[in-house]
T-cell receptor
Framework: SQTIHQWPATLVQPVGSPLSLECTVE??????LYWYRQAAGRGLQLLFY??????ISSEVPQNLSASRPQDRQFILSSKKLLLSDSGFYLC????????????FGPGTRLTVL | AQKVTQAQTEISVVEKEDVTLDCVYE???????LFWYKQPPSGELVFLIR??????QNEISGRYSWNFQKSTSSFNFTITASQVVDSAVYFC??????????????FGTGTQLKVEL
């Protein structure tokens, strides 16, 4: 069966510090991968998605970047965090194809002080 | 563009009551895909059900059922005999294809369900 991992689970970082969140998927090959952010008030926003190694698409301009160095690894980064980067970050994967549902990881709660 | 509306911000029911969560999905696409997710206090989004616009039948799965009315763009989700463990935020989402081959979920703002003893 497939599983998706995210770490760390929680993170408190000062403004201006770098960020690296990691997501890995097990039990599947060539998944589509996604990074979402959920700010206070529950709305989920797609940040990045990837359909293959090294292929990253950004949905919204922001202070963050993403990379996919391996087939089942997706990394969310920032060189300098802003207060507005605080939120709950969720990684998701899906089998390629519009029909298929996305499965989410446990999330990382990021607080920027 | 797609739009998902969940007008109910919060619903409170007593255990064993049935509860229906409303969702309206607006799109110009003739083919689309709708989903319900559950987010318990732990934060993880849990996939519940999927519905395709070309499916003819509404379905039941255990205590969950969903009613899709294409004429009104509604995709309502019902929990029968609710339990305390059903307490969570429920999200309706619609999916469309992105340029480059991926696909995007557009989420509603969620409905907080509280099931009390």
């Amino acid at each position: 069966s497939q599983t998706i991992h995210q770490w760390p689970a929680t993170l408190v970082q000062p403004v201006g510090s770098p960020l690296s969140l990691e997501c890995t998927v097990e039990g599947t090959s060539n998944p589509n991968l996604y990074w979402y952010r959920q700010a206070a008030g529950r709305g989920l926003q797609l940040l990045f998605y990837s359909v293959g190694i090294g292929q990253i698409s950004s949905e919204v301009p922001q202070n963050l970047s993403a990379s996919r160095p391996q087939d089942r690894q997706f990394i969310l980064s920032s060189k300098k965090l802003l207060l507005s980067d605080s939120g709950f970050y969720l990684c998701a994967w899906s089998v390629p194809g519009i029909y298929n549902e996305q499965f989410f990881g446990p999330g990382t709660r990021l607080t920027v002080l | 563009a797609q739009k998902v509306t969940q007008a109910q911000t919060e619903i409170s029911v007593v255990e064993k009551e049935d509860v229906t969560l409303d969702c309206v999905y607006e799109t110009r696409d003739t083919t689309y895909y709708l989903f319900w997710y559950k987010q318990p206090p732990s934060g993880e989004l849990v996939f519940l059900i999927r519905r395709n616009s070309f499916d003819e039948q509404n379905e039941i799965s255990g205590r969950y059922s969903w009613n899709f009315q294409k004429s009104t763009s509604s995709f309502n989700f019902t929990i029968t005999a609710s339990q305390v463990v059903d307490s969570a935020v429920y999200f309706c989402a619609g999916k469309y294809i992105l340029t480059g081959g991926g696909n995007k979920l557009t989420f509603g703002t969620g409905t907080q369900l509280k099931v009390e003893l």
